[in-house]
């Protein structure tokens, strides 16, 4: 099991920064594979960004790359999104989402690829 609990939301203008925080706990951090997915009212909850358990090969939804930064502090157990430079359509629950992660570079970023979620965090990035 592990248990993932997202904080750091809020409420913005557009332009400005917000890093969002993942505290991880149950496993050893290191053998768990983070992502950070987010969903807006009337949307389906999509990928935003993905890391590996070793803290390498990120991945970045096309609309974010460029602009978020996924990171991971394997002694702290914590998984951060750096988000810079928002916009109005940023606005939505971002969630924080684990998996164990049987290769050390493997990414993943399906919302069924993940077994553990946190109960989101709102951010709202006003015009």
């Known amino acids: 099991q592990v248990k993932v609990v997202e904080s750091g939301g809020g409420l913005v203008q557009a332009g400005d920064s917000l890093r969002l925080s993942c505290a991880a706990s149950g496993r050893t951090f290191s053998l768990v594979a983070m992502g950070w997915f987010r969903q807006a009212p009337g949307k389906e909850r999509e990928f935003v960004a993905a890391?590996?358990?070793?803290?390498?090969?990120?991945r970045y939804a096309d609309s974010v790359a460029g602009r978020f930064t996924i990171s991971r502090d394997n002694v702290k157990n914590t998984v951060y999104l750096q988000m810079n430079s928002l916009k109005p359509e940023d606005t939505a629950v971002y969630y924080c989402?684990?998996?164990?992660?049987?290769?050390?570079?493997?990414?993943?970023?399906?919302?069924?690829?993940?077994?553990?979620w946190g109960q989101g965090t709102q951010v709202t990035v006003s015009s």
């Open positions: 989402a684990a998996r164990i992660a049987e290769i050390g570079t493997a990414v993943w970023i399906r919302t069924g690829s993940y077994s553990y």
């Open positions: 890391i590996s358990r070793s803290g390498g090969s990120p």
